[in-house]
C-alpha cells in the first residue's frame, strides 16, 4: 500500500457501511444497532486521567446524523481498532500495545464495561481481540482482502450486537445527576429482590495497571426509590451507604459468605486462650462473651452476584510474546485536556494513583500455573461509609485503627482463618457517635481456613507488594525448615536416618501462616511513619515500596537484618522517641515468629498488639497537640507510571473523520434499534495474561462474539 495510512483506511468506512444496507433476510431479525466510523484524527476525552490516544476507528452506537466534531468521548466506543498499512515487525508491535493500552484504559474508565472487544490490520491481515477481566484473547490473523466471508461475518457480528454482548452492563446505567456524572446500579440479591443505588462520589477507584483483575470500585451511595421522578436531580435518596463492584473467580465465596462463616465459628466459639497480654485476653473474652466481634468488621446491608466472563477457548495457548512497549509519562497538562466535562471520577484517591491489588505475587517460585478462570461480578452494600486508613489524613486515628485491625486478624486466626489480603486499603476507618474513630476490616473474599496441605496452603493470588509478608513476596522461607526429624543431642545416632536421594526438589512457595497477616500490618505501620512529610523518611519509603514481583533490595536489607538503622535514622524526629521502640519490637517478634523453632501465635499476636497500643497512647499524650501532616504518595520509582499514547504522525486537516454528534452510547439499550491508561512502562503483566488463539478459523472465532453474554 502507498496512498496515505489514514486515506487508504478511510475506505474500510464505506465497504462496512454496506452491510448495513444488506437484504433483511440476510441480517436475520435483528436491528441494527450498531455503526462503523473512522476517527485518526479525533482527540479523545474520558472520565479519568489518561486519554491522550486516539484510535483509527471505532463502532459506536447507529446515528444518522454526522458532524465534524474533533473530539470524542471514549464511553461511545464499544469496539476499538488499531491499523498499520505496513507489516514490519515494528508496526505490528506499535499496533498491539496501542490497542491494549487504550482497551485498558476504556475498562478501567467505564464502570458499565463488562467486556470489549478491538481489531488490528497491518497490511491485509486483520486480527481480532477479546478483552476482560479473566483474560484476554487475540486471534490469528486473516487476509481480508481475500477472505471476503470471514470479514462480512465479523462486522454483520458487530453491526448486529447487542450493547451487552458488546460489554456493556445493563444493571448499570449512565445519568446525569446534579451536573455530574453519575451512575445507577442495579443490584440482584439471591432472592431476585432487586434494589437501585445511584453513585455520589468514588472512594475507591484507582487505575488498574492489568486489564484482568479484580478491578474493585468502591463509591458512596444513596438508594433510590422504586419509581424515578422525571428530573433526577429532585429524587429523595435513602440513605447513605458504601457499594463495592468488584469481579471474583466464578462460584468462589464472596465477601459476604465469608464473613458469615467467621461469624458462625466466632459465636461457638467457647475455647477462650489465656494470652500473654492481659488487656488483650479482657478484649477477646468481652468480644466473644456478647457478641461484640462483628464490630470489628464492616457490615454488610445487602449483597447479589451479575454476570460472568467468558471462558478461555478450548484450542488457545498462552503467548507471553504478544506485547512489548517503550513509552513515555504523561505530564499533567495533558490529564487535564482529556478529560470529559462533569466527571465525578477526574480526583484520584490521595494516596495511590494506580491499584497495587494489581499486580500478582511473584512467579516462578513453583507455584501452580495460572488458570484464567471465568470471573463473575460481586457487589455488595456496607452499612456504613468510611473512609479507607490509605485516605485519612489524620495520624492518630490511623494508628487506633490500625489497633483495631489487628483485633480483627486475631479473631480469624481464633476460628483457623487467614485474611490474606491486608492493607491499608481494607482498613476502614469510621467515625461513630462523639467524633469517635474506630478502624474496621473489609475485604474477605480472600479470606480462607488455614491449611498446610499442597492443595489450600500455598497463595498464588494478586495482592499489594506495599504490604505483602516478606516470604510470600520473595517467595522462599527465610528459614528453610529442613526435612526429617530433628537429632536428639545427647544421641545423634538414634534416630534412623535416610541419606541424600540424588534428587533435587524444587521448594515451592510458602505456605501463607498467620502470622504473615500480622506483618502486613507492620508494613503498613511503617508506611504510615515514612510517610510523614519529612525529607529523609519520603527518600526511604520510595525505596522500600515498590510495586515489584520482588521486594526491593533496600526492603530486604530492613527487614532481614535486624542490625539495620535505616528505618529508625529516617524517622521524623517529632515521633521518634515514641516510635523507635515499640516497632523495633514488632520487627524483632516477627522475625523470630519465622524461625523453625516455633513461637507460639499467641506470644507473637500479644507483642504486636502491646506495641501499637503504645503507640495509640503516644498519638493520645505526647503527640496529641503536635501536628502531623502526611506526604503526598506519587507513584514511587519502579512503578509502571501513567504514559501518553503514542501515534504514528499525522497531518492536521480539516476533520472530517470525527464523530456524529447524534451518537449516544452513553445509555444503550437492548431495545433500542437505532495505555492510554495508559500505556505502562512495562506492559508484561498483560502480556503474560493473554492468551493467543493459535490455529483458530477466525470465521469461527466471531460466533463468540454473538454469544449470549454469561455463557
Known sequence: MHAIEPKVFKNLEEIIQVLNRVDRERLGERPVRFQYFDC??????????????KVDAYLGPKSLSSSGSTSLETSKMAVIAEYKKNKSSNNIEENRSQLVSAASYLMNDDPRRMWMYGITIEDDEMSLWYFSRSHSVKSEPFDFTTD????????????LATPTEMGFDPTVERVTYKDKIQYI??????????????????????RSLCITGRKTRVWRVTELPKRLPKDLDTVEGRGDYALKDVWLNEGSPTEHDNLQEVFRKLEGFEDYPEWPAEPLSQLFRSALQNKQYKNYFMEIEYDGRGFSTKGVPDDATTDPSVLASDVRPMTESEKDKHIVKGSSQSTPAPSFTTDPQSHQSPRGSGGPPR???VKRQYRLIYKE????????????????G????????????????????????????????????VGKL???????EYSESPEGGHDPKTGSPYFMPFELHNGHLLYPQPSGTAYDPRNPFSAPTRKPSGTTRTQGPPFYRYEYDLESLYWILVWLVLRIKHAPSNRLLFEIFRFGDQPSRLRRQVFVNMEDTQIYDAMDPVIKTGFEDPIHIIHGQLLRSYNPQTIPYEHTASVVYMAIDKLVVATQTSLKNVKIAFADMPQPSGEPSMQAGMKRPRPAPNDDNGPPSGVNVDKPSDEDSDVDEAQVKKIRPEAEELAINRGRNPAHYDHRVNRRVGN
Open 40 to 53: 485518526p484524527y479525533s482527540n479523545l476525552k474520558g472520565e479519568t486521567p489518561g486519554a491522550t490516544f
Open 148 to 159: 471476503i466471508g470471514t470479514f462480512a461475518r465479523v462486522f454483520i457480528t458487530f453491526l
Open 185 to 206: 446500579y442495579t443490584i440482584k440479591n439471591a432472592k431476585g429482590q432487586a434494589r437501585r443505588f445511584l453513585t455520589l462520589n468514588p472512594i475507591h477507584n484507582p
Open 371 to 373: 488458570k484464567f478462570e
Open 385 to 400: 461509609v468510611g473512609t479507607a486508613l490509605h485516605s485519612s489524613p489524620d495520624f492518630s486515628s490511623t494508628i487506633s
Open 402 to 437: 490500625l489497633r483495631d485491625a489487628l483485633l480483627a486478624v486475631v479473631l480469624l486466626a481464633l476460628v483457623n482463618w487467614v485474611h490474606r489480603d491486608i492493607s491499608a486499603q481494607n482498613i476502614i476507618l469510621v467515625e461513630q457517635e462523639a467524633g469517635h474513630v
Open 442 to 448: 473489609s475485604d474477605l473474599e480472600f479470606a480462607k
